[in-house]
Nanobody
Framework: QVQLVESGGGLVQPGGSLRLSCAAS????????MSWYSQAPGKERELVAT???????NYADSVRGRFAISRDNAKKTVYLQMNSLKPEDTAVYYC?????????WGQGTQVTVSS
C-alpha cells in the first residue's frame, strides 16, 4: 500500500509563492508517474502537472510558466513550486501516484490565495 502525505499549503497573497511537497511511502517511488491535481469549491478535480518516471513533464495551460513540478527519488518526494499565485489558484491540491493499473491519492492540502 502506498501512502502519500502532502504538505506546504497555506494562505498567500496574490503574486506570492508556495512550495508543496508530497512524501511517498512506496519502495518503488522512482517507477511511479507523479501528478498534482487541484479541486476548487464546487468544481471538478483538475490535473495541474505531471512528471513521469523518466522525467517527462506536462502542465495545465493555466499554470504553465508559473508552476514547476519536480521529484527527488532518493527522498521519495515530489514537489510543486507555485509562483505568481492568483486568487483562481485557490483549491485543495492533491498528490497522485500511478504505476501500471495502480493509483493512489494523498489527503490534499489547502492553498488559499487572497489579500
Amino acid at each position: 500500500q502506498v501512502q502519500l502525505v502532502e504538505s506546504g499549503g497555506g494562505l498567500v497573497q496574490p503574486g506570492g509563492s508556495l512550495r508543496l511537497s508530497c512524501a511517498a511511502s512506496a519502495f518503488t517511488f522512482s517507477s511511479f508517474t507523479m501528478s498534482w491535481y487541484s479541486q476548487a469549491p464546487g468544481k471538478e478535480r483538475e490535473l495541474v502537472a505531471t512528471i513521469t518516471a523518466v522525467g517527462s513533464i506536462n502542465y495545465a495551460d493555466s499554470v504553465r510558466g508559473r508552476f514547476a513540478i519536480s521529484r527527488d527519488n532518493a527522498k521519495k518526494t515530489v514537489y510543486l513550486q507555485m509562483n505568481s499565485l492568483k486568487p483562481e489558484d485557490t483549491a485543495v491540491y492533491y498528490c497522485h501516484a500511478r504505476v501500471s493499473y495502480l493509483q493512489y491519492w494523498g489527503q490534499g492540502t489547502q492553498v488559499t490565495v487572497s489579500s
